[in-house]
Protein backbone atom coordinates (compact mmCIF):
# COMPACT_ATOMS: atom_id res chain seq x y z
CA UNK A 1 0.00 0.00 0.00
CA UNK A 2 1.22 3.24 -1.03
CA UNK A 3 0.93 5.93 1.16
CA UNK A 4 4.21 8.59 -0.13
CA UNK A 5 6.51 9.85 -2.48
CA UNK A 6 9.84 11.10 -2.41
CA UNK A 7 11.00 13.45 -5.01
CA UNK A 8 13.78 14.10 -6.84
CA UNK A 9 14.23 17.46 -8.35
CA UNK A 10 16.26 18.59 -11.19
CA UNK A 11 15.19 16.75 -14.04
CA UNK A 12 12.20 14.99 -12.33
CA UNK A 13 9.81 18.22 -11.15
CA UNK A 14 11.99 21.24 -13.17
CA UNK A 15 14.28 21.19 -16.16
CA UNK A 16 16.73 22.52 -13.63
CA UNK A 17 19.18 19.50 -14.82
CA UNK A 18 19.86 21.89 -17.92
CA UNK A 19 20.85 24.08 -15.72
CA UNK A 20 23.51 22.17 -13.87
CA UNK A 21 24.96 20.83 -17.05
CA UNK A 22 25.50 23.98 -18.58
CA UNK A 23 26.95 25.37 -15.53
CA UNK A 24 29.31 22.17 -15.20
CA UNK A 25 29.98 21.84 -18.74
CA UNK A 26 31.19 25.83 -18.62
CA UNK A 27 33.73 24.94 -15.82
CA UNK A 28 34.72 21.40 -17.93
CA UNK A 29 35.87 23.64 -20.40
CA UNK A 30 37.52 26.08 -18.35
CA UNK A 31 39.35 23.07 -16.70
CA UNK A 32 40.23 21.74 -20.26
CA UNK A 33 37.83 18.27 -20.02
CA UNK A 34 35.94 17.44 -22.86
CA UNK A 35 32.69 17.61 -22.40
CA UNK A 36 30.37 14.64 -23.39
CA UNK A 37 26.78 13.44 -23.29
CA UNK A 38 28.64 10.62 -20.74
CA UNK A 39 30.01 12.61 -18.64
CA UNK A 40 26.85 14.40 -18.26
CA UNK A 41 24.75 11.56 -17.45
CA UNK A 42 27.21 10.20 -15.33
CA UNK A 43 26.80 13.77 -13.37
CA UNK A 44 22.91 14.06 -12.69
CA UNK A 45 21.99 13.58 -9.07
CA UNK A 46 25.47 13.57 -7.95
CA UNK A 47 26.72 16.18 -5.26
CA UNK A 48 28.57 19.22 -6.33
CA UNK A 49 31.99 18.34 -4.55
CA UNK A 50 31.64 14.51 -6.04
CA UNK A 51 30.52 16.08 -9.35
CA UNK A 52 33.66 18.08 -9.18
CA UNK A 53 35.69 14.92 -8.52
CA UNK A 54 34.36 13.04 -10.92
CA UNK A 55 35.04 16.01 -13.82
CA UNK A 56 38.48 15.73 -13.27
CA UNK A 57 38.68 11.80 -12.97
CA UNK A 58 37.11 11.84 -16.20
CA UNK A 59 39.80 14.33 -17.52
CA UNK A 60 42.28 12.79 -16.15
CA UNK A 61 43.73 15.45 -13.85
CA UNK A 62 42.19 13.86 -10.78
CA UNK A 63 45.86 14.52 -9.10
CA UNK A 64 46.32 18.54 -10.60
CA UNK A 65 44.43 20.30 -7.78
CA UNK A 66 44.22 20.85 -3.87
CA UNK A 67 41.15 20.52 -1.96
CA UNK A 68 41.07 24.43 -1.71
CA UNK A 69 41.29 24.53 -5.35
CA UNK A 70 38.65 22.38 -5.50
CA UNK A 71 36.57 24.29 -3.46
CA UNK A 72 37.09 27.43 -5.45
CA UNK A 73 36.01 25.81 -8.69
CA UNK A 74 33.13 24.04 -6.89
CA UNK A 75 32.07 27.74 -5.77
CA UNK A 76 32.40 28.97 -9.33
CA UNK A 77 30.00 26.08 -10.92
CA UNK A 78 27.47 27.41 -7.93
CA UNK A 79 27.70 30.73 -9.30
CA UNK A 80 27.19 30.02 -12.59
CA UNK A 81 24.28 27.92 -11.86
CA UNK A 82 22.62 30.40 -9.26
CA UNK A 83 23.10 33.26 -12.20
CA UNK A 84 21.13 30.76 -14.49
CA UNK A 85 18.54 29.93 -11.21
CA UNK A 86 17.59 34.58 -11.54
CA UNK A 87 15.32 34.05 -14.51
CA UNK A 88 13.76 31.18 -12.94
CA UNK A 89 9.94 30.63 -13.08
CA UNK A 90 6.87 28.29 -13.27
CA UNK A 91 8.01 27.28 -17.17
CA UNK A 92 10.57 25.13 -16.02
CA UNK A 93 8.06 22.67 -14.21
CA UNK A 94 8.36 19.94 -16.31
CA UNK A 95 5.06 18.70 -18.19
CA UNK A 96 2.25 17.53 -16.01
CA UNK A 97 4.59 17.48 -12.88
CA UNK A 98 2.48 20.44 -11.32
CA UNK A 99 -0.61 18.69 -11.79
CA UNK A 100 0.90 15.19 -10.47
CA UNK A 101 2.34 16.80 -7.46
CA UNK A 102 -1.02 18.90 -6.69
CA UNK A 103 -2.93 15.21 -7.20
CA UNK A 104 -1.24 13.35 -4.77
CA UNK A 105 -1.46 15.94 -2.17
CA UNK A 106 -5.29 16.43 -2.46
CA UNK A 107 -5.35 12.16 -2.54
CA UNK A 108 -3.63 12.82 1.13
CA UNK A 109 -0.35 11.11 -0.10
CA UNK A 110 2.88 12.38 2.11
CA UNK A 111 5.34 14.32 0.01
CA UNK A 112 8.89 14.28 0.77
CA UNK A 113 12.20 16.21 -1.27
CA UNK A 114 14.95 13.86 -1.77
CA UNK A 115 17.57 16.26 -4.03
CA UNK A 116 21.21 16.46 -2.85
CA UNK A 117 20.46 19.80 -4.12
CA UNK A 118 21.63 22.50 -1.55
CA UNK A 119 19.92 24.86 -3.90
CA UNK A 120 16.75 22.71 -3.92
CA UNK A 121 14.67 25.16 -1.28
CA UNK A 122 15.37 28.01 -3.64
CA UNK A 123 14.03 26.61 -6.56
CA UNK A 124 10.69 24.72 -5.24
CA UNK A 125 9.77 28.41 -3.95
CA UNK A 126 10.67 29.88 -7.03
CA UNK A 127 7.94 27.39 -8.35
CA UNK A 128 5.77 27.89 -5.87
CA UNK A 129 5.41 23.96 -5.56
CA UNK A 130 6.87 24.05 -1.65
CA UNK A 131 3.86 24.30 0.01
CA UNK A 132 2.99 20.35 -1.23
CA UNK A 133 5.64 19.27 0.00
CA UNK A 134 5.75 17.77 4.00
CA UNK A 135 9.33 17.36 4.52
CA UNK A 136 12.80 17.72 2.52
CA UNK A 137 15.96 16.09 2.97
CA UNK A 138 18.96 18.30 3.79
CA UNK A 139 21.59 16.89 2.19
CA UNK A 140 23.97 18.53 4.44
CA UNK A 141 22.99 16.35 7.10
CA UNK A 142 24.01 12.90 4.81
CA UNK A 143 27.08 11.16 4.81
CA UNK A 144 26.69 9.36 1.30
CA UNK A 145 25.58 10.84 -1.51
CA UNK A 146 23.50 8.99 -4.16
CA UNK A 147 23.75 6.48 -5.94
CA UNK A 148 23.90 5.67 -1.75
CA UNK A 149 20.29 4.64 -0.54
CA UNK A 150 20.53 6.95 2.75
CA UNK A 151 18.73 9.91 0.87
CA UNK A 152 15.77 7.80 0.08
CA UNK A 153 15.74 6.17 3.36
CA UNK A 154 15.39 9.37 5.06
CA UNK A 155 13.16 10.62 2.53
CA UNK A 156 10.86 7.68 3.57
CA UNK A 157 11.85 8.40 7.42
CA UNK A 158 10.42 12.19 7.62
CA UNK A 159 7.39 10.93 6.87
CA UNK A 160 7.27 8.47 9.27
CA UNK A 161 6.50 5.91 6.27
CA UNK A 162 8.06 1.92 5.71
CA UNK A 163 10.32 2.23 2.19
CA UNK A 164 8.05 -0.24 1.29
CA UNK A 165 5.10 2.39 1.25
CA UNK A 166 6.68 4.99 -0.78
CA UNK A 167 7.28 5.42 -4.47
CA UNK A 168 10.83 7.45 -5.55
CA UNK A 169 11.03 9.25 -8.42
CA UNK A 170 14.22 9.74 -10.51
CA UNK A 171 15.74 11.16 -13.92
CA UNK A 172 19.75 9.53 -12.43
CA UNK A 173 20.85 6.42 -12.95
CA UNK A 174 22.32 7.24 -9.39
CA UNK A 175 19.40 7.94 -8.42
CA UNK A 176 17.74 4.76 -9.31
CA UNK A 177 19.79 2.68 -7.84
CA UNK A 178 19.39 5.12 -4.51
CA UNK A 179 15.72 4.54 -4.46
CA UNK A 180 16.62 0.78 -5.33
CA UNK A 181 18.59 0.34 -2.44
CA UNK A 182 16.09 2.12 0.12
CA UNK A 183 13.65 -0.57 -0.86
CA UNK A 184 11.20 2.35 -1.76
CA UNK A 185 9.56 1.40 -5.76
CA UNK A 186 11.24 3.04 -8.03
CA UNK A 187 9.69 5.40 -10.89
CA UNK A 188 13.10 6.04 -13.69
CA UNK A 189 11.56 9.31 -15.76
CA UNK A 190 13.52 9.29 -18.89
CA UNK A 191 15.27 7.08 -21.66
CA UNK A 192 14.56 3.52 -19.95
CA UNK A 193 18.08 2.22 -21.80
CA UNK A 194 19.83 4.42 -19.57
CA UNK A 195 17.15 3.97 -16.74
CA UNK A 196 17.00 0.19 -16.96
CA UNK A 197 17.32 -0.52 -13.47
CA UNK A 198 14.13 0.96 -12.51
CA UNK A 199 11.07 -0.99 -11.03
CA UNK A 200 8.57 1.24 -13.48
CA UNK A 201 9.89 3.58 -16.60
CA UNK A 202 8.07 6.52 -18.01
CA UNK A 203 9.74 8.05 -20.92
CA UNK A 204 8.77 11.60 -19.60
CA UNK A 205 7.11 13.65 -17.11
CA UNK A 206 3.66 13.53 -18.85
CA UNK A 207 3.07 9.78 -18.72
CA UNK A 208 3.49 10.46 -15.13
CA UNK A 209 0.18 10.06 -13.09
CA UNK A 210 -0.90 8.45 -10.55
CA UNK A 211 -3.54 5.80 -12.08
CA UNK A 212 -0.28 5.16 -14.77
CA UNK A 213 1.75 4.50 -11.72
CA UNK A 214 -1.03 2.48 -9.90
CA UNK A 215 -1.24 0.48 -13.25
CA UNK A 216 2.33 -0.37 -13.43
CA UNK A 217 2.42 -1.54 -9.61
CA UNK A 218 -0.25 -3.61 -10.84
CA UNK A 219 1.49 -5.41 -13.30
CA UNK A 220 4.77 -5.27 -11.11
CA UNK A 221 2.55 -7.66 -8.75
CA UNK A 222 1.14 -10.03 -11.36
C1 LIG B 1 21.24 17.47 -7.99
C2 LIG B 1 21.60 17.64 -9.44
C3 LIG B 1 23.10 17.62 -9.64
C4 LIG B 1 23.78 18.58 -8.67
C5 LIG B 1 23.43 18.22 -7.23
C6 LIG B 1 24.04 19.18 -6.22
O1 LIG B 1 21.38 16.14 -7.65
O2 LIG B 1 21.01 16.62 -10.23
O3 LIG B 1 23.36 18.01 -10.96
O4 LIG B 1 25.18 18.52 -8.83
O5 LIG B 1 22.04 18.27 -7.10
O6 LIG B 1 23.44 20.45 -6.39
P1 LIG B 1 23.93 21.78 -5.71
O7 LIG B 1 22.88 22.78 -6.10
O8 LIG B 1 23.96 21.56 -4.22
O9 LIG B 1 25.27 22.10 -6.25
MG1 LIG C 1 17.69 14.50 -10.93
Not at 36 to 54: A, F, H, I, P, Y
Not at 199 to 222: H, R
Request: contains cysteine; hydrophobic residues 35%; proline residues 3%.
Amino acid sequence: QIKGFVFDLDGVIANTSAYHAQAWHQLADELDVTWTEDLGNQLKGVGRMDSLNLILKYGGKENDYTEDEKIKYAAEKNDNYLKLLESLDKSVILPGMGEFIKDIADHHYLISLASSSKNSPRVLEKLDLAKYFNERVDPVTLKHGKPDPEIYTRGAEILNLKPEECVGLEDAVAGVKAINGSGETSVGIGDPKILHEADINFNDTSEVTLENIKKAMDQMSD
